[in-house]
């Protein structure tokens, strides 16, 4: 059984966005590594790790429906010059995820299909999460960071991540 055209371009929508993140938390990876900060770098690590999880669901989800995947998004380059913006990239590709997969929830063919308006509802749940965790780190690091070497604050905060 298909699911309702508005439901179904919500999540690919949702699953483009996921998609777009992963990618760009891949490229910030070896930029958090170069800067010696190894803890952001194993956080960005679990952020890819739960956008994979998040993609597969939908991608069950989809097929479930007996609807094909669309096609991946190509990797936006980018370069953040420190840390904090780098974090806030992060930051940024969540909330964008964020406004997506919320909008779903207005969504009327939602109230027909309780089975898609429950799997939505959790993948809203989970990406506020993401969300919140995601700028928590990004304010504790902006208290911290003065863009001078050596980063205490951020080897303090490195040091948290990586437990």
Aim: glycine share 4%; aromatic share 8%.
């Amino acid at each position: 059984m298909g699911l309702a055209p508005s439901i179904l371009f919500a999540l690919q929508q949702y699953r483009l966005s996921l998609i777009d993140a992963k990618n760009s938390y891949d490229q910030l990876h070896p930029i958090f590594v170069s800067w010696t900060l190894n803890g952001y770098a194993l956080w960005l690590n679990q952020k890819v790790a739960q956008k994979l999880g998040e993609i597969s669901e939908i991608d069950n989800y989809l097929l479930l429906h007996q609807h094909i995947l669309d096609i991946p998004l190509p990797p936006n380059p980018f370069e953040p010059a420190n840390p904090i913006e780098a974090l806030e990239e992060v930051s940024r590709k969540e909330v964008s995820c964020s406004l997506i997969i919320i909008d779903a929830l207005d969504l009327p063919a939602l109230n027909s299909d309780r089975l898609s308006a429950m799997f939505i509802r959790d993948l809203v749940d989970e990406q506020t999460e993401e969300e919140a965790t995601a700028s928590e780190l990004l304010e504790r690091s902006r208290l911290f960071y003065n863009g001078q070497p050596p980063q205490w604050g951020l080897m303090l905060l490195n040091s948290w991540l990586q437990q």
